[in-house]
């Protein structure tokens, strides 16, 4: 059985069952792995609160496409990243997160290159 786009955007988003249940649906944690078993049963309120929770088109919600996730934020401002949802049947990235995509890699490598420079630092310090 393929993983449903409720249970991938609840992970990307670190939410646990029971938070998502009781807290967002007001339904207990076992109904809420029914629906993510078989989202079809989703009531029209529950849709939209999830919808509201994931920041995403009720339509991408319940599709039965696979989801593609996208971070748009900066690695410095958001270190999960969760802020964007694009529905997609195909893996192909536009220029412009291509582009994040370079940039947050240079950035990593900068940082990489940086603890490298303070380990050997450090380790001269114990060393002496």
Not at 83 to 112: I, R
Request: proline residues 2%; charged residues 20%.
């Amino acid at each position: 059985m393929a993983t449903s786009t409720l249970k991938i955007l609840r992970e990307v988003n670190d939410y646990t069952q029971d938070f998502v249940a009781e807290d967002i649906l007001g339904i207990s944690q076992p109904t809420y792995a029914r629906l993510e078993q078989n989202p079809s049963k989703i009531t029209a309120e529950q849709a939209q609160k999830l919808s509201d929770l994931y920041k995403v088109s009720i339509a991408n919600l319940l599709s039965e496409s696979t989801p593609v996730i996208t971070f748009k934020d900066s690695i410095k401002e958001n270190n999960y990243g969760t802020t964007g949802y694009q529905h997609s049947n195909t893996n192909n990235f536009h220029e412009g997160e291509v582009n994040v995509l370079k940039a947050q890699n240079e950035l990593l490598l900068k940082q990489n290159a940086e603890l490298m420079e303070l380990v050997k630092v450090l380790g001269g310090k114990l060393a002496g």
